[in-house]
């Protein structure tokens, strides 16, 4: 169970609800607004906004998840739009040969 502290009255994540928070503008509206928003266990979040940033905490729950997004804003050195050009290629294993039979090859 996810202690209730740890989410706001929204049942957001505080540490998204304050990321968000801070995208706001005072009149209304956003800076820039979540594009994506996922939802993990235990309050963890990744959020990317529409100017290609993002905010995450994932390290204690998803640490895979946490070192690929950990290089990437490394790579990117640390600034805004890291997530403008991401694509994850995860391994399809091959699919194994199917034999066909052909109605020469049955025998009756």
């Known amino acids: 169970m996810t202690p209730s502290s740890l989410l706001t009255e929204k049942g957001l994540p505080s540490g998204l609800n304050n990321a968000i928070e801070k995208l706001r503008k005072k009149g209304g509206g956003f800076t820039s607004a979540p594009r994506l928003v996922c939802l993990g266990v235990n309050s963890s979040y990744v959020m ?5 940033g993002g905010n995450w905490n994932v390290a204690k729950d998803y ?13 990117n050195g640390n600034k805004g739009g890291m997530f403008e050009r991401v694509s994850v290629d995860f391994p399809h294993p091959k699919p194994e040969p199917k034999t066909i039979l052909d109605r020469d090859s049955i025998q009756y």
């Open 48 to 52: 990317i906004t529409a100017s290609n």
């Open 63 to 75: 640490p895979e998840l946490n070192t690929f997004l950990q290089n990437l804003k490394t790579a």
